[in-house]
């Protein structure tokens, strides 16, 4: 029993420090990046080859993502570093058969972990608190129908809609954050954080956000705290007994300078995870917020009229790749209803950024924000506050569009609150 207690042990010393990488954060010291790219270049090679060996995940794997953290990549690392853990569990407990479990490699195995959480639930509960992480709704995604949403979109704009909800599931995460710091409340951190991720977890499985398997890692990271005090938690809870306060994250330090470096490396630990955090988020929050000086009204605009090479071309509904609406929102985005592929297209629409030349009355059109070079280019005129005016030329052919900004609202966005209600809405 001693035996697989001190396997398990090792096994999830192994699991958990390849798993969060703490050496990873030598990238941020200027001149030991080439550490940390050695070490990931090495990684992904032993990744690579024990899916090519036996795991099979898919080949090639894709270690890009664009955004996801479900990749194939992703999940074959996960499996390689479960097999590597389980087999050097093994071997380092038969090398070291008669090596008895170290309180303090336990003591500093729980505290890594018990950091590594913290800082995750500040990172996303300060993006949250500002409403960062899941914005409100845009006149595009409100035009396009609630069927062509994949489950995370739809997900998304549930949250993003309630800047309320989105505001108390931010101040929940860091309130998890704040009581993981301080010893005393631990306890209590790790209860409400595991309720909190595993919500997180459940919601990514449920709406296939891809972000299923690093919410499962940061769940397995609370349960193995808890569980290592589980008996204390049962006697609480369950069978009504007395209970005697937590020692595990207590270790003595019995030297001057061990307490000085503590207490600096948790001051650090704080200014990089709640000083920066908030500092980042109150400047991308201001970006966010900034006023919109742009020439072209936020709006639907339907088209009037259209003409191509000078002709008038009449309206066909069946046309797919015909431009059908132009929406114009905040932020220099917009969207067209069209599944022409030169612009980014989702969910029925194709997206844009655009810039405005107001010298010139010309409007740029870029797929992406950091785009240099435009798409193509249309000079805009106002005939009167609602009907604008496109022409330009857009692959060989001449172009022109005269749009009517509609008088749509949407419901949704009306944000709509009722203390009482006398019927089912």
Not at 107 to 135: C, D, E, H, N
Not at 179 to 184: I, Q, S
Not at 351 to 372: A, L, P, R
Request: with cysteine.
């Amino acid at each position: 029993m001693k035996y697989i207690k001190n396997t398990f042990f090792k096994f999830f010393f192994l699991y958990f420090f390849l798993t969060i990488a703490p050496w990873l954060l030598l990238s941020f010291i200027p001149g030991l990046s080439y550490v940390t790219d050695f070490y990931t270049k090495g990684f992904q090679w032993i990744v690579f080859n024990f899916n090519d060996w036996f795991l099979h995940v898919k080949h090639p794997l894709n270690t890009e993502g664009y955004g996801s953290g479900d990749t194939s990549y992703a999940w074959a690392e996960f499996y390689t570093i479960i097999i590597l853990s389980f087999v050097f569990a093994l071997l380092w407990n038969f090398l070291g058969r008669k090596n008895k479990e170290s309180p303090t490699i336990f003591y500093w195995l729980i505290t890594l972990i018990r950091y590594y959480i913290a800082s995750v639930a500040f990172t996303y509960g300060f993006i949250k608190l500002f409403a960062l992480q899941m914005p409100f709704p845009t006149l595009s995604q409100l035009a396009t129908p609630l069927g062509d949403f994949l489950p995370m979109r739809f997900s998304w704009m549930f949250i993003g809609y309630s800047q309320p909800y989105q505001f108390f599931s931010g101040f929940m995460e860091v309130t998890v954050g704040l009581l993981l710091l301080y010893r005393r409340t631990i306890p209590l951190g790790l209860i409400v954080g595991l309720g909190v991720f595993i919500n997180v977890f459940v919601m990514n499985m449920c709406y296939d956000i891809p972000v299923k398997l690093y919410s499962m890692e940061i769940v397995i990271c609370y349960l193995f705290l808890l569980t290592i005090d589980s008996r204390k938690y049962l006697n609480f809870f369950v069978f009504n007994k007395p209970t005697v306060p937590t020692t595990k994250y207590n270790y003595p330090l019995t030297k001057r300078w061990q307490r000085i470096v503590r207490i600096v490396l948790k001051v650090v630990f704080i200014i990089l995870t709640i000083g920066f955090n908030l500092y980042d988020c109150i400047d991308w929050y201001g970006q966010v917020n900034v006023s919109d000086t742009n020439v072209i009204p936020k709006g639907v605009y339907n088209i009037k009229e259209f003409k191509k090479n000078n002709k008038v071309v009449s309206f066909n509904a069946n046309d797919t790749l015909a431009w059908k609406d132009f929406i114009f929102d905040k932020g220099k985005m917009g969207s067209i209803k069209t599944a022409d592929t030169t612009f980014l297209n989702r969910y029925g629409r194709a997206y844009f950024i655009y810039e405005t030349d107001n010298s010139k009355k010309i409007i740029h059109f870029k797929e992406g924000m950091s785009d240099s070079v435009s798409l193509f280019k249309m000079k805009y005129k106002f005939i009167n506050k609602n009907t604008l005016q496109l022409e330009g030329v857009f692959k060989k052919d001449t172009l022109f569009y005269e749009l009517i900004k509609s008088d749509k609202t949407f419901q949704l966005a009306e944000r709509q609150f009722h203390w009482i209600s006398e019927a089912n809405r």
